[in-house]
């Protein structure tokens, strides 16, 4: 590969069309203000680069990038990109990734409204994210040891393990679909609606008007904290080893519960099976 180190480049389209480049110590700033420094790139490796400026990386193949800095001003990073290694990366533009495939993502600290749209194939490790609509509509999803906070994450997601991670979201996994979560803790509001075979096995799980209008949903020895108008009109089999204060109108299934303070039925067949064991 061949070697460019401390430099700094600022034109238009710096490194277009590149291939077999190792880049160590770069900046992309400057004042020309150039966009899309490494578009229609193949086989690139970045360490300790600082990027400043708009699309670094667009349509490219095979990208290595370790030790870097994307600034606020660093906007979309990587769209249309495949083969992707991201390792201890400060991403803090906005829609650092999109429309991407076969993503690593692995101690990196994520500042970045709606990252990872339309991504498919992403495994993030050890990593905290901040983001609003965090992954929306992506597929084959990996997560593990991820410390995220947000709004509206994982809407529409498909096929998905998250493992021993701290979700702060509110309206997470609305109409996702086949999403498993083990061994982690989900706090916010209204988690859940609307989706399809979602799994939560040893969660904790805090906020109000959780689960509802979910079908195929599945709970696993977990606990309820502030739980209250509970899995309404949801299809539901659940494990609950804390109390939970309401469950309103689950349509189907069983659910399992230490105590509960108020069972709601007040629609025609809400006959979900409701067991305490105190």
């Known amino acids: 590969m061949k070697l460019i180190h401390d430099r700094a480049f600022d034109e238009e389209r710096a490194l ?135 709004k509206y994450s994982f809407q529409y997601v498909r096929n998905a393990v998250i493992e021993d991670c701290e979700l702060n979201t509110k309206d997470a996994f609305w109409h996702a679909d086949n999403v498993t979560v083990r061994n982690s803790v989900v706090k916010g509001e209204y988690l859940g609606w609307y989706s399809n075979h979602l799994t939560f096995e040893n969660c904790t799980i805090r906020g109000t008007q959780p689960l509802c209008y979910c079908k195929n949903l599945t709970l696993k020895n977990c606990r309820m904290e502030d739980a209250d108008l509970c899995f309404e009109r949801s299809e539901v089999n659940a494990e609950i080893t804390t109390p939970v204060i309401s469950i309103k109108n689950a349509l189907y299934g069983r659910i399992e519960v230490s105590s509960v303070s108020e069972v709601i039925r007040d629609i025609p067949g809400a006959d979900c099976e409701i067991i305490v064991r105190g």
């Open 16 to 150: 277009y069309g590149e291939s077999g480049l190792s880049l160590e110590n770069i900046r992309f700033d400057g004042a020309a203000d150039g966009e899309s420094a490494l578009k229609e790139c193949t086989d690139i490796t970045v360490r300790d680069s600082y990027f400043n400026l708009r699309y670094p990386f667009w349509h490219d193949r095979r990208i290595a990038i370790e030790g870097c800095e994307m600034t606020e001003l660093c906007r979309a990073a990587l769209w249309y990109c495949d083969h992707i290694d991201i390792t201890d990366t400060k991403m803090h533009g906005i829609k650092a990734l999109r429309e991407c495939s076969d993503v690593r993502i692995s101690g990196c600290d994520i500042v970045s409204p709606e990252f990872a749209w339309n991504t498919h194939n992403v495994e993030m490790r050890d990593s905290s994210a901040e983001s609003e609509y965090f992954m929306m509509n992506s597929t084959d999803i990996a997560l593990k040891g991820v410390h995220f906070k947000g």
